[in-house]
């Protein structure tokens, strides 16, 4: 809570806080005394949702780009291939074209 009481409300928005009611619409909200939260605010947002659910969060995006860097290919594949590997993504949580570059690179090494 202590992040929310950070944010400046209008006073007819803090009253109705006060008073156990919701946000003023949409239309009410003063949008131009808004301010965005800094990235210690977010840290600190996350880390109390990381303790609360006891998992860590993944992180969104893409992938920070290694040594290996991939590049972007176009390829024909059968249906049943595509099918098989979207399945097998699901079930690992994972992106299928993940799956698929995975078993290409380990047949690749075998020979």
Do not use: C
Request: aromatic share 6%; no cysteine.
């Amino acid at each position: 809570m202590e992040f929310v009481r950070s944010i400046e409300l209008s006073v007819r928005a803090q009253q109705v806080v006060e008073k156990g009611g919701y946000m003023p619409k949409t239309e009410e909200f003063p949008f131009e005394r808004a301010r965005s939260i800094t990235e210690k605010e977010v840290t600190t947002a996350r880390k109390a949702i990381e303790k609360k659910l006891g998992v860590k969060r993944t992180p969104r995006g893409r992938r920070p780009k290694g040594d290996a860097k991939f590049r972007p290919i176009s390829i024909r594949l059968h249906p049943k291939i595509l099918e098989w590997a979207k399945k097998e993504a699901k079930r690992l949580g994972t992106g299928y074209q993940t799956v698929i570059n995975s078993i290409l690179l380990k047949r690749a090494m075998q020979s």
